[in-house]
Structures are given as C-alpha cells and as structure tokens.
C-alpha cells in the first residue's frame, strides 16, 4: 500500500458547491482518520474538522473567519467534494496499488502555516506519522495544491522558492517523503501577484529533482467558468476537482512506475 499526503490551503481542502452524482467508494483506497485511528473506506466528504487542540468539531458554515481562528485542520468545505477520490482512483488506475490518503488542508493559509514549527505543520506531522505507523506503506508521496494567500500577500518568487525548500527539506527529514508534488496553482488575484507563485512552482519542479509537477491545468482552468464554483470565486467546482485530481493521480501513478 502507498501513502499519499494531500495538503494545502481551500482548493486542497475542498470548497465546492456539491457531491458528484456517483460517491460510492474508490476501490482499493482508503482514508486515514487521525481522531479514531482509523483506516474508512475513502470517499466524498474528505478530510477532518480538527481545533487547535487536535479535537473535532463541527465548523459554523456562515462563520468563516471564526471556523478558520478555531481551527488546525478542515474537512472539504460543506462536506462537498474534493479531489481526492478522484485522484486516487487515478492513481490506482495507473499502478495497481492500493492507497492510503491522508488529507491534512485548510483554507485561508499562507505556506508559513505550513514551514515546521507552525501549526498547520505539526498537525500534519502528527496526522502523517500516525498513518504510517498504521500503514507501513511501501510508498510516500506528497502532493501540494497552494499559493493563493501568498499572492494575495503579494510574496515575491524567490522568497516562495525557498519556502517550498525548506518544507520540503522538513518533509523527507520527519516523514521521508519521496517526492513533493506540485498541482500548479492557479490564477486567484488575477495580476502579476499570482505570476510570481506560478513562476515559483514551475521552476522549482525545473530545477530541483526532488519536487514533480504533476499538473498545470488550473493555471487555466480559473478562467473557465464552468469548472468554477459560482458560490466562492476563485475555488473549483466538483467537476473540476474532479478533472484536477484525474490528471494529477495519473501523472504520481506514472512517476510511480517510473520507479520500480
């Protein structure tokens, strides 16, 4: 069995405006679930609600900015959908394996929640370990889906580059991770502030082996309105999470072959 982490701010979260019409259970993946230590069958919704003291909660939907203060980790938004299946039943389309996906995301974060010593960062620490002692995966992959706030905050490429470094320096050290993948991010300002995230990403998977872009389509895709939800700009709907994690699943399933 492989182990994929999924983490990132609300497009990795999830914030759709629906399920797909068919939710039944991807076939030989599962979730891990770090309050009941469990391993469910994997499945929309995706992910857990945790506060700031590792417990679950249940978030207050009209009150973002109080479930974003309150929170360490956040389940798919509404309990909608999210990528993850998809990506997954991709992946295992691709390689034959079975997976084990662990989604640790939450909206509204720049990718200091997420550097070691943060909390986004030991709450992932947290989460993955225990799935791999569950697991004993045989695999480790991380995918990364973020950069909005950072545009937002107007970061400059060089400072996001070394960033993405030094998380992923922490993430082969304390989980051995194999590869960072990237899901480029997409266009969430709509000025030079988002070139300078893209630029960052692209080149990064350009220069340094130890990161993979697995797809570039959500550079794109922001400017489709069919593939947007109507109710949140700048987030993607069921359809294109679902497209996003078919061709990023596909893509890790290919490098994973690559590697035997």
């Not at 770090?34 to 469910?40: C, E, K, W």
């Not at 950069?147 to 470094?165: N, P």
């Not at 109710?231 to 078919?246: M, P, S, V």
Request: some cysteine; charged content about 20%.
């Amino acid at each position: 069995m492989d182990l994929i982490i999924f983490s990132g701010q609300s497009n990795m979260q999830g914030q759709t405006e629906c399920l797909p019409y068919n939710n039944s259970a991807v076939n030989d993946a599962f979730e891990y679930n770090f309050a009941d230590d469990l391993l469910i069958p994997l499945r929309h919704p995706v992910g857990e609600n945790l506060d700031i003291n590792g417990r679950p909660f249940c978030p207050d939907f009209n009150d973002i900015p109080g479930t974003i203060e309150k929170s360490a980790l956040l389940a798919s938004w509404e309990n909608h959908a999210n990528m993850v299946p998809e990506f997954c039943r991709s992946y295992i389309a691709v390689t034959g394996d079975q997976v084990a996906a662990v989604h640790a995301a939450k909206g509204s974060t720049t990718i200091d929640y997420w550097l070691k010593g943060n909390l986004g960062y030991n709450f992932l620490y947290q989460k993955s370990v225990a799935a791999i002692q569950k697991v004993n995966p045989h695999h480790i992959f991380f995918v990364w889906l973020q950069g909005e706030s950072d545009a937002i905050a107007g970061a400059s490429k060089e400072c996001y580059k070394e960033k993405l470094l030094q998380l992923n320096r922490d993430l082969q050290k304390d989980l051995h991770i194999e590869k960072f993948g990237i899901i480029l991010v997409g266009r969430f300002t709509g000025d030079e502030r988002d070139d300078c995230i893209i630029h960052a990403q692209k080149e990064i998977c350009t220069e340094n082996k130890d990161f993979l872009m697995l797809t570039t389509i959500t550079e794109q895709m922001t400017q489709i309105k069919k593939f947007m939800n109507p109710f949140a700009d700048g987030h993607y709907n069921c359809q294109g999470q679902e497209i996003i994690g078919a061709f990023a699943g596909h893509a890790l399933g290919i490098y994973r072959l690559s590697q035997k």
